[in-house]
């Protein structure tokens, strides 16, 4: 039988909730709070309440059903729907800024792809940080411990050299399922051959932390039934939902931090102020209160609390803390792509969009017979400079940044540049990401998710997602009100720096390259976007394509980084009893899609609170022997 709200005996009535005495408060239920939550109330000695600002949603089929996830964007009951500031380097577009508002958080929207960087990327994140707890070895472990893959190949593919693995790179009874897409059409094998064609190689095993070349993709999909999300709430939460000492609140906002001064005058964490139908309520921990509210209101919940740049919090009429104006930095992956007519008689998701097949569709799905709902993405690809440039235009790049690196004024940018460079100049060290669908996706419409990826009745399309991983470009997300249900001012910076749009037009012209070798191109007629007479292997040309037709791929990090705003252990730095687990703490980006990490990080934000409340328990016994 599915979980409901029912039959999970942690979601609590407020009356109840607040009743409760915790040690941990966690803000935010979402992909990395509720993995936290999950893994630390595994010690029953440790109580844990959960603060969510969405509805709980369990068993909801928008949610679980694969093919759905494009229903779910802008409702105000999934989707917080944040708008960024016009943005110069797109033509003044207002991005459309999709986050998930309920339990699982983001996890309960995504496109469900399942990535994990490579081994530098995560090394660079100590170095940057001056920490020694994050690199390649700190959370490697924490990606194998909480997946659960599934190895299995649809029969069709089962002679085919795209799916690669080594067994000692996965788990296999982990809370989240991981698993090869159910079934790949005619055109993604045709994809794949031509990639081939083309000189690219299938990575040995890409979640091994070297991810350089084109080849299968794992998706967050259970695969034991018909084929559904398996995400934050249905790995860390449904299984736990018994436990005595966790307690979870939806449809509860938390508005701040609340701060008492120590005796030796530091600022000291000692609960939250949250809003709950129409009223005010506050919660005190007895340990730590952590920020899992993800990459746009974590930041945004520590400036309302006055820890941020002096200058925002005044403006915004916030007493000012603690003075950090690298709280709200952002940086995030940003994609483009091409869309091509499917030749006829190819299958396309575009299909599903039409009411009778959907109807169809649904029946057969209902009966556990998965098909196209249950379809997750089959491919992807990790390039670098050197697969899509000339040495003349690689050349080119390197003066642009170096001519850049003398604009920054303070150390971690210069410092941060050198390390993106550094990755320029590595032959294997993946930049772009190349994912191709059977759908048609507009990549000019970023300001509305619903026509980005809704505009698909009656066409028969295939598209392919050229995503910049490295992007110099960094913004910022800032409050400019002290009303924390007013949403803050996103600048995501999107191409602001000049390096950036000749990356992705290199990526874009690669890819038109690949689409019409042989046996994709076959498979292929006119192009829809861009239009035929755009040559994409003039720059100019296709800039100006990019800059019509950019937007986030929906991975923004970096608002409490590692090293800036958080130390090793996670405290936000100057204050005691504050913690931040989520998307929001990664210092820098890497080359993979950000859920595995916000899992993986939560995995092991529990085990170092536990490792910390064992050692406090031995040095309070070690006093009492010295007594
Ligand atoms: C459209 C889309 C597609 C994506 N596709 C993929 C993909 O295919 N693969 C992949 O790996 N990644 C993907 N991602 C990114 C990935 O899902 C996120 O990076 C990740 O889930 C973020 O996790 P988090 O824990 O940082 O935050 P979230 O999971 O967003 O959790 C934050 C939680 O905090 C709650 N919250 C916020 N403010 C408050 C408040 N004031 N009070 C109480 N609660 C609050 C939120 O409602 C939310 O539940 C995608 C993202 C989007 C938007």
């Avoid at 469900?112 to 940080?129: H, L, T």
């Avoid at 190819?346 to 097949?357: G, Y």
């Avoid at 007629?525 to 296709?542: F, I, K, N």
Wanted: charged residues 25%; contains cysteine.
């Amino acid at each position: 039988m599915a979980a409901t709200p029912a039959t999970l005996p942690v979601l609590k009535s407020i009356e109840d909730f607040i009743e409760g005495s915790y040690d941990y408060i966690v803000v935010g239920g979402g992909n990395a709070g509720l993995t936290l939550a999950g893994r630390l109330s595994e010690d029953p000695s440790i109580s844990i309440a959960v603060i969510e600002a969405g509805g709980a949603k369990i068993g909801d089929p928008g949610v679980l059903t694969p093919a759905a996830f494009p229903s779910l964007f802008g409702k105000p009951e999934y989707d917080w729907d944040f708008h960024t500031l016009p943005q110069a380097g797109t033509n003044g577009t207002k991005h459309s800024w999709a986050r998930g508002k309920l339990l699982g958080g983001t996890s309960a929207i995504n496109y469900m792809m399942y990535a994990r960087g490579q081994v530098e990327e995560f090394n660079d994140w100590n170095r940057i940080a001056g920490v020694k707890n994050w690199g390649w070895d700190g959370i490697k472990p924490y990606f194998s411990k909480c997946e659960s893959f599934d190895k299995r190949i649809s029969p069709e593919d089962k002679d085919s050299k795209d799916y690669s693995h080594l067994e000692e790179h996965h788990n296999y009874d982990g809370p989240i399922k991981t698993s090869y897409a159910s079934f790949r059409s005619s055109s993604e094998r045709a994809y794949h051959e031509a990639a081939i064609n083309c000189g690219f190689k299938v990575p040995v095993d890409a979640w091994s932390g070297v991810n350089h070349g084109i080849g299968a993709n794992l998706s967050t999909i259970d695969r034991s039934g018909p084929g559904t999300r398996s995400y934050a709430v249905t790995g860390y939460l449904v299984p736990n939902g018994q436990r005595p000492n966790l307690a979870v609140l939806t449809d509860a906002h938390v508005e701040k931090v609340i701060f008492e001064k120590g005796t030796d005058g530091t600022q000291v964490a000692k609960g939250v102020a949250f809003s709950h139908g129409g009223k005010s309520y506050t919660l005190l921990h007895k340990g730590a209160t952590i920020l899992s509210a993800g990459a746009v209101m974590t930041p945004q919940i520590l400036e309302l609390s006055g820890i941020g740049s002096k200058s925002v919090l005044d403006k915004a009429g916030v007493e000012c803390l603690i003075d950090n104006p690298r709280v709200g930095d952002v940086e995030d992956h940003i994609m483009s792509g091409i869309t091509y007519n499917l030749v006829d008689g190819e299958f396309s998701l575009d299909h599903v969009n039409t009411p009778e097949v959907f109807t169809k569709l649904a029946k057969q799905y209902a009966a556990g017979e998965g098909g196209p709902l249950a379809h997750g993405v089959s491919n992807s690809g990790f390039l670098s400079l050197f697969d899509v440039s000339t040495e003349e235009e690689r050349k080119n790049i390197y003066e642009l940044v170096e001519t850049h690196k003398k604009t920054l004024t303070n150390d971690f940018d210069r410092k941060r540049e050198d390390m993106l460079l550094a990755r320029l100049k590595d032959p294997k060290a993946a930049i772009l990401q190349f994912i191709s669908l059977n759908v048609n996706i507009d990549f000019g419409a970023r300001h509305d998710m619903s026509i980005f990826l809704g505009q698909s009745v009656g066409t028969t399309r295939w598209s392919t997602c050229v995503g910049l991983h490295h992007c110099f470009s960094r913004g910022s997300i800032h409050i400019t009100s002290s009303d924390p249900k007013s949403p803050p001012a996103i600048d995501a910076a999107i191409l602001d720096h000049p390096v950036d749009e000749l990356l992705m037009s290199f990526g874009v012209r690669l890819i038109d390259k690949i689409l019409n070798t042989s046996p994709m191109k076959e498979k292929l007629a006119s192009r829809v976007r861009p239009t035929p007479e755009v040559d994409l292997s003039d720059t100019e040309q296709a800039v100006k394509y990019i800059k019509g037709h950019t937007g986030t791929e929906f991975h923004p990090i970096a608002g409490a980084s590692l090293g800036l705003v958080v130390d090793d252990e996670l405290n936000v730095k100057g204050v005691k009893g504050l913690k931040v687990c989520d998307s929001s703490i990664i210092p820098l980006h890497i080359s993979g899609n950000t859920q595995g990490i916000c899992y993986a990080m939560g995995e092991k934000a529990a085990d170092m609170l536990k490792e910390d409340r064992r050692a406090a328990a031995t040095t309070k016994k070690l006093g009492e022997l010295t007594l």
